[in-house]
């Protein structure tokens, strides 16, 4: 095991926007670049970043919109989330391509680049995420979690009771755990009508096409309690007979935070494969 840097902040700018990043690992290794999904950010992947980065050199990017990252981004579309990826790799691992992992909508980011820009992925993980688009008569999706995360109560006075209005999951306790500290109280580092945006493009098509068309070694990964869609999951297989697919036992769409030993422990040894 080689010596390997702590992770620490770094900017990437790409036309009007900072990209907040995580970095750090080995240097000279394989490079990696986590996606986080709708309302995470880079802090909910730092274990996992942790975990690989006595191999790897890892870098985690709050995406446009979320985190640290420029709040209000006057373009969300598919397009920007994977143009900003592909810049995070280009300006951040070395001049070489990197193992794109993703999750939910990260994912599905992923997905976009490793079709659109093939040269700068090595590999691909999608963990529960898949082609986008929505089931007939599910077409409120983007408005209903729009509405949701209006609904909170914000600011909260303190993590723990966030936490617990946020259902006392996992993920909640992660959302809490990275809420903003401001003057009044505790504020999440998004706003509810960017993600509803941000989220929109995602529900509006399917992306068979791009699914396809990629040409780098890939790894689905599934919740056995996850979202992704039965039928979309068996064709995105049957399309790409040649992918790894996986189920993490008792973890939901949120794999990463509820197994994480597990997930960690699947991720590096698929990397290293």
Same mark, same amino acid.
């Given at each position: 095991? $080689?010596?390997?840097?702590?992770?620490?902040?770094?900017?990437?700018?790409?036309?009007?926007?900072?990209?907040?990043?995580?970095?750090?690992? /080995?240097?000279?290794?394989?490079?990696?670049?986590?996606?986080?999904?709708?309302?995470? /950010?880079?802090?909910?992947?730092?274990?996992?970043?942790?975990?690989? *980065?006595?191999?790897?050199?890892?870098?985690?990017? %709050?995406?446009?919109?979320?985190?640290?990252?420029?709040?209000?981004? *006057?373009?969300?579309?598919?397009?920007?989330?994977?143009?900003? #990826?592909?810049?995070?790799?280009?300006?951040?691992?070395?001049?070489?391509?990197?193992?794109?992992?993703? $999750?939910?909508?990260?994912?599905?980011?992923?997905?976009?680049?490793?079709?659109?820009?093939?040269?700068?992925?090595?590999?691909?993980?999608?963990?529960? !995420?898949?082609?986008?688009?929505?089931?007939?008569?599910?077409?409120?999706?983007?408005?209903?979690?729009?509405?949701?995360?209006?609904?909170?109560?914000?600011?909260?006075? %303190?993590?723990?009771? !966030?936490?617990?209005?946020?259902?006392?999951?996992?993920?909640?306790?992660?959302?809490?755990?990275?809420?903003?500290?401001?003057?009044?109280?505790?504020?999440?580092?998004?706003? #509810?009508?960017?993600?509803?945006?941000?989220? #929109?493009?995602?529900? #509006?098509?399917?992306?068979?096409?791009?699914?396809?068309?990629?040409?780098?070694?890939?790894?689905?990964?599934?919740?056995?309690?996850?979202?992704?869609?039965?039928?979309? %999951?068996?064709?995105?297989?049957?399309?790409?007979?040649?992918?790894?697919?996986?189920?993490?036992?008792?973890?939901?769409?949120?794999?990463?935070? %509820?197994?994480?030993?597990?997930? $960690?422990?699947?991720?590096?040894?698929?990397?290293?494969?």
């Amino acid at each position: 095991m $080689q010596p390997f840097d702590e992770l620490r902040r770094v900017e990437v700018r790409r036309g009007g926007v900072t990209l907040s990043c995580l970095a750090g690992g /080995a240097a000279g290794a394989p490079p990696v670049v986590l996606l986080h999904g709708l309302a995470g /950010a880079a802090e909910e992947l730092r274990p996992t970043a942790e975990a690989l *980065a006595p191999r790897h050199r890892v870098v985690v990017p %709050d995406q446009r919109g979320h985190g640290r990252s420029t709040r209000r981004p *006057a373009d969300v579309s598919r397009r920007a989330y994977a143009a900003d #990826a592909a810049a995070v790799v280009e300006h951040l691992c070395g001049g070489r391509p990197a193992a794109l992992v993703g $999750q939910s909508m990260g994912g599905h980011t992923a997905m976009l680049v490793a079709a659109w820009y093939p040269r700068l992925v090595s590999r691909l993980v999608m963990l529960e !995420a898949g082609v986008g688009g929505t089931a007939p008569g599910d077409e409120d999706y983007p408005a209903r979690l729009g509405r949701w995360f209006a609904s909170w109560p914000v600011p909260f006075a %303190d993590r723990e009771s !966030a936490a617990a209005h946020l259902g006392g999951t996992p993920t909640a306790r992660a959302l809490a755990a990275d809420l903003d500290e401001t003057p009044d109280g505790l504020r999440p580092r998004f706003d #509810a009508d960017v993600m509803e945006a941000a989220i #929109a493009p995602v529900a #509006a098509e399917a992306r068979w096409a791009e699914w396809s068309s990629i040409a780098a070694p890939t790894l689905l990964v599934r919740g056995e309690r996850g979202t992704v869609p039965a039928d979309e %999951d068996a064709r995105m297989r049957a399309e790409r007979p040649e992918v790894h697919h996986t189920v993490i036992a008792g973890a939901g769409h949120d794999a990463h935070l %509820d197994a994480p030993a597990a997930w $960690q422990a699947l991720l590096a040894s698929y990397l290293s494969s």
